[in-house]
């Protein structure tokens, strides 16, 4: 079992940086892939970003060079850096993690997060 808390969402403006944070507990994280997706409301979620346990990165089309993911498995917690963001990043930001492999499918991430809210202004 792998608990994960995000933090670090807020109201910004756009063009603005923020940085993410998915902090893990329960089984060792190191061992486990970490993914960021995002919800708009009325939509599905987004995948946005997946590292695996071995560092080998992935990321959607729409935020590639502007996102970047990372991992300090030593605190046990992952990282989504934001830059430029755009009022069309407004959403709920989610933490993700699995056993291997970094789907983009929300069905192949077993734990969640509960969700931070990102908004930016125009």
């Known amino acids: 079992q792998v608990t994960l808390v995000e933090s670090g969402g807020g109201l910004v403006q756009a063009g603005d940086s923020l940085r993410l944070s998915c902090a893990a507990s329960g089984r060792s994280f190191r061992n486990y892939s970490v993914g960021w997706f995002r919800r708009v409301p009325g939509k599905e979620r987004e995948f946005l970003a997946g590292m695996s346990s071995s560092g080998n990165s992935d990321y959607a089309d729409s935020v590639k060079g502007r996102f970047t993911i990372s991992r300090n498995n030593a605190k046990s917690a992952g990282y989504l850096q934001m830059n430029s963001l755009k009022p069309e990043d407004t959403a709920v930001y989610y933490c993700?993690?699995?056993?291997?492999?970094?789907?983009?499918?929300?069905?192949?991430?077993?734990?969640w997060g509960q969700g931070t809210q990102v908004t930016v202004s125009s």
């Open positions: 993700a993690a699995q056993r291997a492999g970094t789907g983009t499918s929300v069905s192949s991430w077993g734990y």
